[in-house]
Structures are given as C-alpha cells and as structure tokens.
C-alpha cells in the first residue's frame, strides 16, 4: 500500500552536508519527499518527539544530540514507505547496519546515527502530524 513515514536527517548528517545524498536515497528507492523543512529543534520540542523514550538511560544525549544543530525533516510517500525507509537506513547501531545502508555510510554511533525513520503506520501518523500540518503535505 501507499503509506508516508517521517523522516529525519539528524545534526550530525547535516553537519557533514549530505543531506542531498541522502534525500537521492530516498528518491532512487522510489520514495516521494511529500514534505520537508530544515528546523532547529528546541529542548521541548525534542523531548516530547522522543517522549516514548523517556524512561530510556540514553534520553538526555539523545535530546542533547537532537538539539545539537539544525535537521531536515521530510514526509516520504510510496509503496510500503515506512519499511523501505527502515531498510534504507539499516541497523540503528551503524556498526550493526549492513554494507550500503544509510547508517552504515553516513553514521558515526548509535546516537549520531544519520536519520530517524517512523516505525510503524501509527507512529508514523503521530511523527507527521507533529511536525507538519496536514495542508503542508503534498500528495505525490
Ligand atoms: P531513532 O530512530 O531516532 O530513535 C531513538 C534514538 O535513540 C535512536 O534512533 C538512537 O539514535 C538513540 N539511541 C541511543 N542509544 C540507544 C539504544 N541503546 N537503543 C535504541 N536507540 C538508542
């Protein structure tokens, strides 16, 4: 089916200016950019993206990394969005990410690890609506 994930480009990436490397990715896999905004996330902001890993030992460097410097966050739109993005990635730990994947090239550890992709339909609705109203996503 035709499904959006939410995708993030994190400090790190954008820091070495790949994010047009990486966005080819997303395009020569047939993924569609249906939104996308270069933002600095400020402290609450991030905290309340990453609330479901609140409780987490990793959440303070996280939200610390995530605020580090400005991200490029984009809507992908195509067949089977969410899980081809996640391939596209690879492994949260980029010693753990296969050979090509996105995390493999382009990370440099679990937290600076390039990009975040939705996991699933529902978080991926919930990550979408909370960085783009719905009249800024354009069908593609
Ligand atoms: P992301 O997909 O953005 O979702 C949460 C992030 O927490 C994850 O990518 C990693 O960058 C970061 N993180 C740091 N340590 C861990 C861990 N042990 N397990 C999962 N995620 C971690």
């Given at each position: 089916a035709i499904e959006r994930t939410?995708?993030?480009?994190?400090p790190d990436a954008v820091a070495k200016n790949v994010v047009g490397q990486i966005l080819a990715r997303f395009e020569?896999?047939?993924?569609?950019?249906?939104a996308a905004r270069l933002a600095?996330?400020?402290?609450?902001?991030a905290e309340q993206f990453y609330a479901v890993h609140a409780a987490r030992p990793f959440f303070k460097d996280l939200v610390d990394f995530m605020i580090s410097g400005p991200v490029m966050i984009q809507v992908l739109e195509g067949?089977?969005?969410?899980?081809?993005n996640r391939e596209l990635m690879g492994a949260t730990d980029p010693k753990k990410a296969d050979?090509?994947?996105?995390?493999?090239?382009?990370?440099?550890?679990i937290d600076a690890n390039?990009?975040?992709g939705s996991?699933?339909?529902e978080t991926a609705a919930?990550?979408?609506?909370?960085?783009?109203?719905?009249?800024?996503?354009?069908?593609r």
């Open positions: 939410l995708s993030i480009i994190k020569a896999a047939g993924l569609k950019i249906a600095q996330l400020s402290r609450a902001e067949e089977n969005a969410i899980l081809k050979a090509g994947t996105i995390r493999a090239d382009f990370a440099d550890s390039a990009v975040h996991d699933a339909p919930v990550e979408i609506a909370f960085f783009f109203a719905g009249l800024n996503v354009y069908a």
